[in-house]
């Protein structure tokens, strides 16, 4: 058998399935965890691959768009909010990301529409879209919550237009996302993100690049 035969034989590939919401300030985090913790392993086993693929889920339903601070001020109280917010920002800040809380909150499907419509190209596509609409939302306080400043990002990452443009107005896209945003909830998820690593192994929440690289190991013996 040649070297290369025998190279990709042998090649590990790990998939990873994220369940997430474009408002859940912890799937940033738990991105980057991940991030961190994928480039470390990749480092000592230079044959791994790996491909990770986003899935939707709603944290609030119910989100009319709004002044983002306004529905946390309802949402959490004025107290608890004060406390919340300078703790998430520096959890955040020590993974790279300038949070912010400035904008608008909104109803999601839209944006997961557009990560779907992405996945249906790649996933490295998909993960580039769902990392700008994060950035966008956390950091820059935009509106990824209406279908012209999707398009905006969609057009700066280089999208066909006319396609995003039917993927976010079309009922199918809609549907879609509906039934995948149920079918997770009738898996029993009720937090984001949640993470399954190679249709076997599931982690909840955004855990440190170490739990990771636990479960990339277990997964490959």
């Known amino acids: 058998m040649s070297k290369a035969v025998t190279s990709i034989k042998n090649m590990t590939k790990i998939t990873i399935d994220i369940v997430s919401d474009t408002i859940c300030p912890w799937c940033f ?6 991030e961190s913790a ?20 709603y944290l609030d ?19 608890r909010m004060e406390k919340m917010l300078p703790y998430m920002k520096n959890v955040a800040k020590q993974e790279g990301i300038n949070m912010e ?3 608008p909150i909104g109803p999601t499907q839209l944006s997961h529409r557009l990560i779907n419509y992405a996945g249906s190209k790649s996933p490295e596509l998909q993960d580039r879209v769902v990392e700008r609409l994060f950035k966008e939302y956390f ?22 237009e006319k396609e995003v443009k039917s993927a976010l107005e079309g009922e ?8 995948e945003v149920h079918k997770n909830q009738q898996r029993g998820i009720t937090g984001v993100p949640f993470f ?10 955004a855990q440190e690049p170490s739990e990771f690289l636990r479960a990339f190991t277990r997964i490959t013996k």
């Open 29 to 34: 985090v738990g991105k980057r965890r991940l």
């Open 61 to 79: 339903p119910t989100s009319k768009i709004q002044v983002k601070m306004d529905r946390y001020v309802q949402k959490f109280g004025q107290e």
């Open 139 to 160: 950091e820059i306080n935009g509106n990824i919550f209406e279908i012209d400043p999707l398009l905006k990002i969609s057009n700066e990452l280089g999208l066909d």
């Open 172 to 179: 199918e896209g809609s549907r879609e996302v509906d039934r």
């Open 196 to 205: 399954t690593i190679n249709n076997r192994l599931h982690l909840s929440g």
């Open 101 to 103: 809380y400035n904008g």
């Open 38 to 57: 994928i480039e470390e392993y990749k480092s000592l086993n230079p044959e791994a691959s790996f491909e990770v693929k986003w899935h939707p889920y």
